[in-house]
């Protein structure tokens, strides 16, 4: 059965850090990109940071880049996403995704494989 399971979220206080994970199974993690993406209240569903299949490419939106980083570990089947310096307008619940034939698309039908989301809050 194909599985992503994401962990690592909570509630943090602004400038504090946290780790999401989102460990693959019923596949083979390495043979497709990564993405998360992140969904606020009433809000659209954006892409926040990506990793090609190889990890020689990755792609950061403006509003995270230099706070985030994103990684992956092929043998242990699992991704991440480091976020450090979180702000209030980081509070979103997260997405991990994996798509086998395209990297950082916009277009979420093209992702294959989703986790089930895990709510990250920013607030003191």
């Known amino acids: 059965q194909v599985q992503l399971v994401e962990s690592g979220g909570g509630l943090v206080q602004p400038g504090g850090s946290l780790r999401l994970s989102c460990a693959a199974s019923g596949f083979t993690l390495e043979y497709y990109h990564i993405a998360w993406f992140r969904q606020a209240p009433g809000k659209e569903r954006d892409k926040v940071s990506c990793?090609?299949?190889?990890?020689?490419?990755?792609y950061y939106a403006d509003s995270v880049k230099g706070r985030f980083t994103i990684s992956r570990d092929n043998a242990k089947n699992t991704m991440y996403l480091q976020m450090d310096s979180l702000k209030p307008e980081d509070t979103a619940v997260y997405f991990c995704?994996?798509?086998?034939?395209?990297?950082?698309?916009?277009?979420?039908?093209?992702?294959?494989?989703w986790g089930q989301g895990t709510q990250v809050t920013v607030s003191s």
């Open positions: 995704a994996t798509s086998k034939w395209y990297y950082c698309v916009d277009n979420t039908r093209q992702y294959a494989y």
């Open positions: 990793i090609s299949n190889s990890g020689t490419s990755t």
